[in-house]
């Protein structure tokens, strides 16, 4: 009775297994070499609509905020000038004072969202470039950023724990599962492009030029077979040329 129990636990084990290996390899499909560089290019044009978006907002809501700024200071100068509002002085001034203080803060922070959104476009911008010409050294720029936006995004989520939005979003433990969970599928971007950017290098690597001598004949008796040519062998990319001279130098 125990010899087909056991059968039968080995052959669930070996469909679970299978499955599972089905899965990653599902998962995997992005990175292999086949589907690299398409992957690459999807993620680079992905990145460069999200970028010019988020800097498109940004610049509207720094508008915004300039034109507030303005209004706040025609209203300070009206109110000194006119007496146009029905509360007293004193408490008008500190309202315009603390709205404008506001507003100036507002519009600074606007200010460095907009540098680090130019940026983040600018990387993207080399990025889709380093893609679609194949140069590794325009991917790096991009790489550099984006890991260091997934680290100051991991602090400041970690640093507003305790703001009422997260209570009202569920607690705390909902917050860090669906914060970190963006950072993670951002992070899988990340690898993506890091993993074509190692790709690139490689094959960069194997295209070197590497001189090599072959035996030659006396002068004026070289057969064509031996003639100076261009020659690739293998599949891994490597070049070599082949020249007539002993030495190797053509």
């Given at each position: 009775?125990?010899?087909?129990?056991?059968?039968?636990?080995?052959?669930?084990?070996?469909?679970?297994?299978?499955?599972?290996?089905?899965?990653?390899?599902?998962?995997?499909?992005?990175?292999?070499?086949?589907?690299?560089?398409?992957?690459?290019?999807?993620?680079?044009?992905?990145?460069?609509?999200?970028?010019?978006?988020?800097?498109?907002?940004?610049?509207?809501?720094?508008?915004?905020?300039?034109?507030?700024?303005?209004?706040?200071?025609?209203?300070?100068?009206?109110?000194?000038?006119?007496?146009?509002?029905?509360?007293?002085?004193?408490?008008?001034?500190?309202?315009?004072?603390?709205?404008?203080?506001?507003?100036?803060?507002?519009?600074?922070?606007?200010?460095?969202?907009?540098?680090?959104?130019?940026?983040?476009?600018?990387?993207?911008?080399?990025?889709?470039f380093g893609v679609w010409k194949s140069r590794p050294g325009l991917i790096i720029p991009w790489l550099i950023v984006e890991f260091l936006l997934m680290v100051a995004l991991g602090v400041l989520v970690f640093m507003l724990r305790d703001m009422k939005l997260v209570q009202l979003l569920g607690g705390q433990v909902p917050y860090f599962i669906v914060c970190y969970s963006l950072i993670c599928?951002?992070?899988?971007?990340?690898?993506?492009?890091?993993?074509?950017?190692?790709?690139?290098?490689?094959?960069?690597?194997?295209?070197?030029?590497?001189?090599?001598?072959?035996?030659?004949?006396?002068?004026?008796?070289?057969?064509?077979?031996?003639?100076?040519?261009?020659?690739?062998?293998?599949?891994?990319?490597?070049?070599?040329?082949?020249?007539?001279?002993?030495?190797?130098?053509?």
């Amino acid at each position: 009775m125990l010899l087909p129990t056991v059968g039968h636990a080995s052959g669930v084990g070996c469909k679970w297994k299978c499955c599972c290996q089905r899965v990653w390899e599902m998962l995997m499909t992005p990175l292999s070499p086949k589907n690299l560089r398409t992957t690459a290019m999807l993620t680079s044009i992905y990145q460069l609509l999200i970028s010019h978006c988020a800097l498109f907002l940004v610049l509207l809501g720094l508008a915004h905020a300039e034109q507030m700024c303005q209004v706040l200071e025609l209203d300070i100068v009206d109110q000194k000038d006119n007496g146009f509002y029905n509360m007293s002085p004193f408490h008008n001034d500190l309202v315009l004072q603390t709205a404008s203080q506001l507003a100036n803060a507002t519009e600074n922070v606007l200010y460095f969202l907009a540098g680090i959104s130019g940026t983040y476009a600018l990387s993207a911008i080399a990025l889709f470039f380093g893609v679609w010409k194949s140069r590794p050294g325009l991917i790096i720029p991009w790489l550099i950023v984006e890991f260091l936006l997934m680290v100051a995004l991991g602090v400041l989520v970690f640093m507003l724990r305790d703001m009422k939005l997260v209570q009202l979003l569920g607690g705390q433990v909902p917050y860090f599962i669906v914060c970190y969970s963006l950072i993670c599928m951002d992070y899988c971007k990340w690898y993506v492009m890091h993993t074509f950017y190692q790709s690139l290098r490689t094959m960069n690597k194997l295209r070197e030029i590497a001189t090599v001598a072959i035996p030659c004949p006396a002068p004026g008796a070289i057969p064509y077979h031996f003639q100076r040519e261009h020659m690739y062998l293998g599949s891994n990319g490597y070049k070599h040329i082949l020249t007539e001279s002993p030495d190797g130098q053509c």
